[in-house]
């Protein structure tokens, strides 16, 4: 993945995560994904007093493109303020290998530690539907 682009999905995931609704946790997110069709769309953490209820900053991003009709996916973004990189929690790791494949994710944190890597790093052995 080019630094060029990396770039624009941190940038894209840092103004996502100024719209993050955490008041449970107190731990604002930011994603942004980029799709085949070289858009990219973003989405932050939405907490719920159910915390089952809440969605992550990843799925949420991911959900707003594929219900814009994106089906197919090449990087996503993750940024918080972490002491190292933020990485995605398990679910979010699920989805984004389910719905991107074996994509770069990259990790950042607000203070500018960054780190490139494959979903499959994240979650090795993933479970996926030509599993079923």
Same mark, same amino acid.
């Given at each position: ?5 990396? =770039?624009?999905?941190?940038?894209? !995931?840092?103004? $996502?995560?100024?719209?993050? /609704?955490?008041? /449970? ?13 070289? %858009?990219? /769309?973003?989405?932050?953490? @939405?907490? $719920? ?9 990843? %799925? =949420? ?18 940024? !918080?303020? =972490? ?9 979010? %790791? ?8 074996? @994509? ?6 607000? %203070?500018? !530690? ?19």
């Amino acid at each position: 993945m080019d630094e060029q682009m990396v =770039t624009k999905l941190l940038e894209a !995931a840092t103004k $996502a995560r100024e719209n993050s /609704y955490s008041p /449970y946790s107190g731990f604002p997110v930011g994603a942004a994904v980029l799709t085949s069709s070289g %858009r990219i /769309y973003s989405g932050c953490n @939405i907490e $719920a007093a159910s915390s089952g209820a809440t969605c992550c900053a990843e %799925r =949420t991003a991911i959900y707003k493109a594929v219900s814009e009709g994106e089906r197919e996916f090449k990087a996503i973004c993750c940024i !918080a303020d =972490t002491p190292d990189v933020c990485t995605p929690c398990g679910i979010c %790791r699920q989805v984004i290998r389910e719905w991107g494949g074996d @994509i770069d994710v990259v990790l950042a944190n607000v %203070r500018g !530690a960054v780190k490139v890597v494959k979903i499959s790093d994240l979650l090795p052995l993933a479970f996926t539907a030509d599993d079923m």
